[in-house]
T-cell receptor, first 114, second 117 residues
Framework: GAVVSQHPSWVICKSGTSVKIECRSLDFQATTMFWYRQFPKQSLMLMAT?????????EQGVEKDKFLINHASLTLSTLTVTSAHPEDSSFYIC??????????FGPGTRLTVL | AQSVTQLGSHVSVSEGALVLLRCNYS??????LFWYVQYPNQGLQLLLK??????LVKGINGFEAEFKKSETSFHLTKPSAHMSDAAEYFCAVSGSGYGGATNKLIFGTGTLLAVQP
């Protein structure tokens, strides 16, 4: 089956530092990947669509300079939270579609900013 | 634009009882619809999907859902609840007017299912 991994699974950082989260498709290639964030006891909110070889598409209200997305290859997308602040603490989840009708999700990354 | 409404943020059933989680969607074009399950501190696992084929869709772990266009619904059911079914369930619709997994998903607010012994 389609497997998507994320690294790290959890990270704690100090306010003002940057954090990089990796999303990998392990057994398929993905020209498109998606990044979501989820606050406690809430639903997933799409942040951006990551496109291999081109710029990411950000949802309205998401700061592109704060959440840098790089889709370096057909199996890897990275999300960098720059100058992180406590309000950026959240659960970040990526997804990727191996085909044309289903997205598969990574296990998520818990970010805590002190 | 697409949207999803999940009625009931919390549902509690007894072990062995019927599970019914409600999902209504709004879409101006034929949608793709999905149910995902999330266990604490984990990502989402696909339960089942409707992609314009059979209206009654069977998924993993004994779950199924029926697409009813006239009611714009895609309710999730399971005949007999098991303790391991306790989790958060999300209904989602593809965000593009043309469906397809390469388009963004719009999620409902989720339903937390509790299973009582």
């Amino acid at each position: 089956g389609a497997v998507v991994s994320q690294h790290p699974s959890w990270v704690i950082c100090k306010s003002g530092t940057s954090v990089k989260i990796e999303c990998r498709s392990l057994d398929f290639q993905a020209t498109t990947m998606f990044w979501y964030r989820q606050f406690p006891k809430q639903s997933l909110m799409l942040m951006a669509t990551s496109n291999e070889g081109s710029k990411a598409t950000y949802e309205q209200g998401v700061e592109k300079d704060k959440f840098l997305i790089n889709h370096a290859s057909l199996t890897l997308s990275t999300l960098t939270v720059t100058s992180a602040h406590p309000e950026d603490s959240s659960f970040y989840i990526c997804s990727a579609p191996p085909g044309t009708d289903t997205q598969y999700f990574g296990p998520g990354t818990r970010l805590t900013v002190l | 634009a697409q949207s999803v409404t999940q009625l009931g943020s919390h549902v509690s059933v007894s072990e062995g009882a019927l599970v019914l989680l409600r999902c209504n969607y709004s879409s101006s074009v034929p949608p793709y619809l999905f149910w995902y399950v999330q266990y604490p501190n984990q990502g989402l696992q696909l339960l089942l999907k409707y992609t314009s084929a059979a209206t009654l869709v069977k998924g993993i772990n004994g779950f199924e859902a029926e697409f009813k266009k006239s009611e714009t619904s895609f309710h999730l059911t399971k005949p007999s609840a098991h303790m391991s079914d306790a989790a958060e369930y999300f209904c989602a619709v593809s965000g593009s007017g043309y469906g397809g997994a390469t388009n963004k998903l719009i999620f409902g607010t989720g339903t937390l299912l509790a299973v009582q012994p």
